[in-house]
């Protein structure tokens, strides 16, 4: 289980990106998170596995206090907590093989992390992930060669290679289109089906939402302002609706989307 307990995060300019944030996440969940650009989403998912700290709170993961966690221990915990980003962050130059190798780096040592030399195992599960996601074909392919939507599947198997109890998905399909969207999140969803593992999405549109969440949470302006399953999300009132994105936000359909405008 993960417990995020008061958890507060101010920047070094003041800006106030979390306010006493607190919620639980079972084993096997897939939560998504909603809100406007700049209610805290990704300061929340990032607090987690501590790539921002926290200014104060507790984020506590089968009883250990990450945000107390030492170094050689933060490591070990981030070797369970795999990253999918918006920008897929990964290095262009490389082919692909080597990108999702990369997602084994917190299990080699520094010598080896730093010359990049991974075990035959570990190619060959590399291998295996990319086939998981569907793209084995462009394991020797730049990963600057490969669509955003193949991309970012890149960015998935890297994650699996962590054999990660829980994956934190930062707007993982903000920059695709309606298709390859419902793609990549059918990938989360079979890895959190299959190998129950637990997943933290931030999303915009309500009908991903509504598809794939088995639990959702509302920021804005960093404080949480919703809370539900993906049914509540379905029969969700206009006032909870702007209660998340604002009186001057509508619900606009989109082709098969329900977007947020502000």
Known sequence: ?????????VYGDGTVALR?????????DFLVIIG?????????????NRLVEPTEGKIIWDGVDVTTAEPD??????????????????VKRSNVLTNVLAGRLGYVSPWSS????????????????????????????RADELSGGQQQR????RALMQQPRIILADEPVASLDPVLAHSILGDLERLNQEDNI?????????DLVQRYASRVIGLRDGQIVYRG??????????????????????????????AEVE
């Open 20 to 28: 006493n944030v607190s919620f639980t996440v079972d084993d096997g």
């Open 229 to 258: 399953t993906a049914q509540d999300i379905r029969q969700m009132s206009d006032a909870e609706f702007k209660d998340i994105y604002g009186e001057e936000a509508e619900r606009v359909s989109v082709g098969r989307r329900t």
């Open 154 to 157: 890149v960015g998935i198997a």
């Open 198 to 206: 637990t997943v933290l999405c931030s999303l915009h549109y309500l």
């Open 114 to 141: 730093l010359l990049y030399r991974f075990p035959s195992k570990d190619r060959a599960m590399a291998l295996e992930a990319l086939k998981r996601v569907g793209i084995a074909e462009q394991a020797y392919k």
């Open 1 to 9: 289980m993960l417990e995020v307990i008061n958890l507060t995060k």
């Open 36 to 48: 406007l650009s700049g209610s805290g989403k990704s300061t929340l998912l990032r607090c987690i």
């Open 73 to 90: 221990e933060l490591r070990r915990i981030r070797r369970q907590i795999g990253m999918i980003f918006q920008q897929f962050n990964l």
